[in-house]
């Protein structure tokens, strides 16, 4: 079953953006939400101090993180941005 998916105002913002300036990422993170809202477990975990929370690599060195609302079927996109940014 598909879960539902919530972006998070500032990620948005940042999609649409890239949306306008690189169309061929904006393809890769609708491709890989996609893949998260159908699958959620199966990327990876993420330890302390982003504990609860997951990421995968969308587009080259760019990360999305997310969390999971498993009680209401809900995925939750919390940040988008280059791997050496995302974890500061």
Do not use: C, W
Request: charge should be positive.
């Amino acid at each position: 079953m598909a879960y539902k998916l919530e972006i998070r105002q500032h990620v948005e913002k940042t999609f649409e953006k890239i949306l306008k300036k690189d169309p061929a990422q904006g393809q890769a993170i609708k491709k890989k939400i996609k893949q998260i809202i159908e699958e959620p477990q199966r990327f990876k975990p993420l330890r302390k101090p982003m504990q609860g929370k997951r990421r995968v690599h969308a587009y080259g060195p760019f990360v999305l993180i997310y969390s999971i609302k498993e009680n209401e079927k809900i995925v939750v996109i919390e940040d988008y941005d280059h791997h050496d940014r995302i974890y500061r």
